[in-house]
Nanobody, 124 residues
Framework: QVQLVESGGGLVQAGGSLRLSCAAA????????MGWFRQAPGKEREFIAT????????LYAASVKGRFTISRDNAKNTAYLQMNSLKPEDTAIYYC?????????????????WGQGTQVTVSS
């Protein structure tokens, strides 16, 4: 059974940092592209970042570019999202997702596996 489990969320003050992890129970994790999305209350789910199967290609939403960094460790079947300079508007539930083929993609509909999400709250 495919399972993606996010961790690392929490409450942080504006300007602070958090590192999210996504542990994937995927037999061929290194074949999948990974993505991070978020959903704030009353808003649609939005794309944050994506990384290709090898880690050689990444894309970011304009709202997080320069502050967030996506990475992966294929030996550990884990993807990460390093979030720096956090703002109150970053408050949301953050989801990781996996897709094949393992190339970057920005649409939620392009991802087949999803985690349950982890809450990130940024106080002002």
């Amino acid at each position: 059974q495919v399972q993606l489990v996010e961790s690392g969320g929490g409450l942080v003050q504006a300007g602070g940092s958090l590192r999210l992890s996504c542990a994937a129970a995927l037999r061929t994790f290194s074949s999948y592209a990974m993505g991070w999305f978020r959903q704030a209350p009353g808003k649609e789910r939005e794309f944050i970042a994506t990384i290709s199967w090898s880690g050689g290609s990444t894309l970011y939403a304009a709202s997080v570019k320069g502050r967030f960094t996506i990475s992966r460790d294929n030996a550990k079947n884990t993807a990460y999202l390093q979030m720096n300079s956090l703002k109150p508007e970053d408050t949301a539930i953050y989801y990781c997702a996996a897709r094949m083929p393992g190339v970057v993609a920005t649409l939620a509909s392009q991802y087949v596996y999803w985690g349950q999400g982890t809450q990130v709250t940024v106080s002002s």
